[in-house]
């Protein structure tokens, strides 16, 4: 009989998410320290892998400028991860990261002094930036940095910044890096012993894969669901051999949003209640007016899709920076995308939206959803999730009381914490 495989799962909160329902109400209890302990807190009882935070490198616009409902930032990662590392001592910690706007060494030295609060227990979530909307936050500077001979290319320069990282926390009084875009000589300012963040990769592209292929522990990807899991996670395997690497070190994490209750009929109807107010009216216009262009005032955010196509050669403008809607490129293909989502489930333009928005939503009691969590790891879509938030307060709980304990009892997923590292955790 085959050995069921293990289902890995970590958390995302950042106190801002693209399907966290919030206003003024919850204000109080949201990007607060107890609202990130809370997460921690649950996280740390359901066993969880790691806590997962984003990074806010900008505010999302659509073409009249940042949209009301967003929230204008998060606390820092590191500074919020290391004060919930020293109160709960097994779960690990993962930072998202930017290359392109951080400083090489300045990214070592507060990845490493997680590390020496957390103790093998730090993560890194690299990306690689390339917004001109986030890069004003961080540098003065007018434009990205550019090597000598040519425009500048964030993969190799996010490449130097990794390689210069992972130097830089090795060990050695001396640090010296020489690249096309970093010329370094540092005596480090270490605390503790050396180290080796686990890294997170998160992107799509074929370039993207590559990327983590190459250099990552993981990758964060987007496909909770059999349609294009197993497709993306044999994609890896592929590139990961053709790099050298066994498939058995490295680690796909699918981004997943779960509505659990006592019972089937309860999560639908908590889903029923929950979706009208995921977006609000605005993002949805300003969707609508990334795809099909300018205008739309009076447009119903329940009802229909437009019917017109957008115009001949038309782009997608800031659609990608909305909702994690990787979109960029032909808005005819978008729409088109959305229509067939619409015409599939008979949507209104808002729960459309919802739905084809880069997240999965599972649905249901704790046998169903702990069900189809172990069928999308045993059957090779992803090997574990990042689950993210789908309403403000107390929506972890539901998860951890109803699913984790049916996961336990299906056997593939632990009963205790163990001493061993985030990297040894993951991999294992």
Request: no cysteine; glycine share 10%; charged share 25%.
């Amino acid at each position: 009989m085959t050995e069921l495989r293990r289902v890995h799962i970590g958390v995302q909160y950042n106190a801002e998410d693209p399907h966290e329902i919030w206003h003024r109400e919850h204000l109080p209890s949201i990007n607060t320290r107890e609202s990130f302990e809370r997460a921690a807190e649950v996280a740390e009882r359901a066993l969880f892998d790691f806590y997962f935070q984003a990074e806010t490198s900008t505010i999302g616009e659509g073409p009249d400028g940042p949209l009301e409902p967003n929230v204008s930032g998060r606390a820092d990662n590191i500074t919020a991860q290391s004060f919930l590392a020293a109160r709960h001592p097994h779960l690990g910690f993962v930072s998202t990261i930017n290359t392109t706007y951080n400083n090489a060494l300045d990214i070592a030295k507060r990845l490493g002094s997680l590390d020496a609060i957390a103790p093998g227990r730090a993560g890194w979530n690299l990306v690689l930036g390339g917004s001109p909307l986030a890069y004003r936050n961080y540098r003065p500077l007018p434009e990205p940095i550019r090597a000598d001979d040519g425009p500048f290319d964030r993969y190799r320069y996010g490449l130097e910044v990794l390689e210069a990282v992972r130097g830089y926390l090795g060990g050695g009084d001396r640090f010296e890096y020489r690249g096309e875009y970093l010329d370094i000589d540092a005596r480090p300012l270490r605390i503790g012993a050396p180290s080796d963040p686990f890294v997170f990769y998160a992107g799509g592209s074929g370039r993207s894969r590559d990327f983590a292929a190459a250099n990552a522990d993981a990758i964060y990807s987007h496909f909770s669901n059999l349609e294009h899991g197993p497709r993306f996670t044999r994609d890896m395997h592929e590139r990961l051999r053709r790099f050298g690497r066994d498939p058995e070190r490295f680690k796909v994490f699918s981004r997943v949003a779960v509505i659990a209750a006592e019972s089937d009929a309860d999560a639908r109807e908590l889903e029923r209640d929950i979706l009208p107010f995921q977006v609000h009216p605005d993002t949805v216009l300003a969707v609508i007016r990334a795809v099909w262009g300018p205008g739309y005032e009076d447009f119903d955010v329940d009802g229909s899709l437009p019917s017109a196509d957008p115009p001949e050669g038309a782009e997608t403008g800031s659609v990608g920076s909305l909702l994690g809607m990787y979109w960029e490129g032909d808005a005819r293909r978008a729409a088109k995308h959305l229509r067939a989502l619409q015409d599939r489930t008979g949507f209104g333009a808002r729960q459309t939206i919802v739905h084809a928005s880069g997240t999965d939503l599972i649905v249901g009691g704790p046998a169903t959803v702990a069900g189809r969590l172990s069928e999308l790891v045993q059957r090779r879509a992803t090997d574990g999730f990042v689950i993210v938030p789908h309403i403000a307060g107390t929506w972890l709980e539901p998860f951890a009381e109803l699913v984790v304990p049916e996961l336990q009892a299906m056997g593939v997923y632990p009963e205790e914490y163990r001493a061993e590292s985030l990297r040894e955790r993951v991999l294992a």
